[in-house]
């Protein structure tokens, strides 16, 4: 997997800035990525984070493999990943980025919950072997409610969209 099918190289000097300030230097790993996800193995669904800019966009992927406790029933002899996990990965990612923008983790005391999805559409399927990569690219952001445009691709195909709506709650009104 080439940087560029990641978005790294569309990060300029004021991106890499920006993420520096927050104490941030990609890829984010799967102990980085705890601190913004609440979720956890199995359902924790990104594995990286690749590229970043605060505020606008970020990238990321998941690996599909085929030990993933979902294929045991999704389907035995043909496994292939539900289309609400592909949506739920690109929320995660989303709220991911609602962090990252505010400059905060879940140690604050914030969660970003899934608060609705619209246009979406499944265009491929996608099995073991295969690796997801999600991109959040912020539309809006009015009053702890963010709304991204999120694809999935494999192989540079588009598997997924959808419009994604986010909300920032504080976890004592959870």
Same mark, same amino acid.
């Given at each position: 997997m080439s940087n560029s099918?990641?978005?790294?190289? &569309? =990060?300029n000097e004021s991106d890499l800035q920006a993420l520096a300030e927050r104490g941030l230097v990609m890829p984010l790993k799967y102990d980085q990525i705890k601190l913004y996800l609440p979720?956890?193995?199995? %359902? @924790? &669904?990104? /594995?990286?984070v690749t590229a970043c800019s605060p505020d606008n966009w970020i990238t990321g992927y998941k690996n599909i493999t085929a030990?993933? #406790? =979902? %294929?045991? +029933?999704h389907f035995p002899d043909n496994p292939i990943m539900p289309g609400v996990l592909m949506v739920e990965a690109m929320a995660q990612l989303a709220g991911i980025l609602g962090f990252i923008s505010a400059n905060q983790t879940s140690k604050d005391g914030y969660l970003y919950l %899934? $608060?609705?999805? /619209?246009?979406?559409?499944f265009k491929r399927l996608v099995s073991? +072997?295969?690796?997801?990569?999600?991109? *959040?690219?912020? &539309? @809006?952001?009015?009053? #702890?409610i963010y709304? %991204?445009?999120?694809? *999935?691709?494999v192989d +540079?195909?588009? *598997?997924?969209? $959808? #419009?994604? @709506?986010?909300a920032r709650q504080k976890l004592?009104?959870?």
């Open positions: 099918t990641l978005d790294y190289d &569309l =990060l979720h956890r193995y199995p %359902f @924790m &669904l990104i /594995d990286r030990n993933e #406790e =979902l %294929f045991n +029933g %899934f $608060a609705g999805v /619209d246009k979406v559409r073991t +072997g295969d690796t997801l990569v999600l991109r *959040a690219k912020t &539309l @809006m952001n009015k009053r #702890e709304k %991204f445009s999120c694809t *999935a691709h +540079g195909v588009l *598997a997924c969209s $959808a #419009e994604i @709506m986010i004592t009104d959870v």
